[in-house]
């Protein structure tokens, strides 16, 4: 089973950035605004919620091509953006989700979202140190993120070797999750292990 998980697409419905953004030339993320954004029409969530299940199916092409209207029609909706940088990363096309996500932390600092995917792929292109910053990013934004305590305790334990950091964010995605997830309970039980015969 593959440890690594991105943030579930469903829970992007819709949501909303600090402000209105204006697209760059090239088609990539979104710049600093001013005004808060508004609802989207009922025409654009539909829009929204077929782009979300091409995505899902998967049919990653027509995904790509829907959420990049949305984000040319709606810029102000990091919904569209951040799930037009997964379908982009599920599709193969690594350099442009890497790219869209390093342009929408640049422009956003406060979307922890872009933060944890960009993690992510930072994870895939061997860039450790620079994932874990941005693991770090995502939680000091949303301390309650319990999605990136998991995948940076991973980080730590599996490419950093840090056994220490991997066991306090294992715990803590535990403590946020409410419930317990029984295969992290294992990698907290061997953390404990190794660290123990460590001693």
Partial sequence: MQRWISLAVTVLLLLGCAGTVELPERTAAPS????????????AEQ???A????LKAPRLEQAIDQFRKLTLSHPGYRGPW???????????????????????????????VAHH???????Q????????RSYEAAIQINPDFA??????????????HDINCALSKYEKYQT?????DKEVALWVADAKRRLTKDD
């Fill in 82 to 112: 951040i799930n037009l940088g997964i379908a982009l990363r599920e599709a193969g096309r690594t350099d442009e989700s890497l790219a869209l996500f390093r342009d929408m932390v640049s422009a956003h600092a406060d979307w922890a």
């Fill in 125 to 132: 292109q061997g860039q450790f140190e620079a994932a874990r």
């Fill in 47 to 49: 829009a929204f919620q």
């Fill in 176 to 180: 946020l999750l409410g419930s317990e």
């Fill in 147 to 160: 999605l990136a305590y998991r995948n940076l305790g991973l980080l730590c334990d599996l490419y950093l």
């Fill in 32 to 43: 600093r605004g001013e005004q808060a954004a508004r609802p989207l029409d009922p025409v």
């Fill in 51 to 54: 782009a979300l299940s091409d």
């Fill in 117 to 123: 995917e960009l993690a992510i792929l930072q994870r």
